[in-house]
């Protein structure tokens, strides 16, 4: 099982991005998919997460900014960055876990700058 992210990039502080992470197998097989980010300096950190039955959380520093939503066609979870702040700079990476199991994409660099 493969999950590739994409779509980062260097945005403008109040831009938008929106990060794909597309899976080898139905999306629907994992139990969550989650995006997590690692700042410069600072430790992995969950950003969203969305279950096999739709539910949505999300870290306190991204509510309202940021959306995840799943693709079934596309086999893919998105995650919409809208609002985007100096603070959100960091590499992103998508996982998904099914049966226990953690399969994690490689990371997509989101860069905030004017």
């Known amino acids: 099982v493969q999950l590739q992210a994409s779509g980062g990039g260097l945005v403008q502080p109040g831009g938008s991005l929106r990060l794909s992470c597309v899976a080898s197998k139905n999306i629907f097989s994992f139990n969550v998919v989650a995006w997590s980010r690692q700042a410069p300096g600072k430790q992995r950190a969950l950003v969203a997460t969305i279950t096999d039955d739709g539910d949505t959380g999300y870290a306190d520093s991204v509510k309202g900014r940021f959306t995840i939503a799943r693709d079934a066609a596309e086999n893919a979870v998105y995650l919409q960055m809208n609002s985007l702040k100096s603070e959100d700079t960091a590499v992103y990476y998508c996982?998904?876990?099914?049966?226990?199991?953690?399969?994690w994409g490689q990371g997509t660099l989101v860069t905030v700058s004017s």
């Open positions: 996982y998904g876990i099914a049966n226990s199991r953690q399969y």
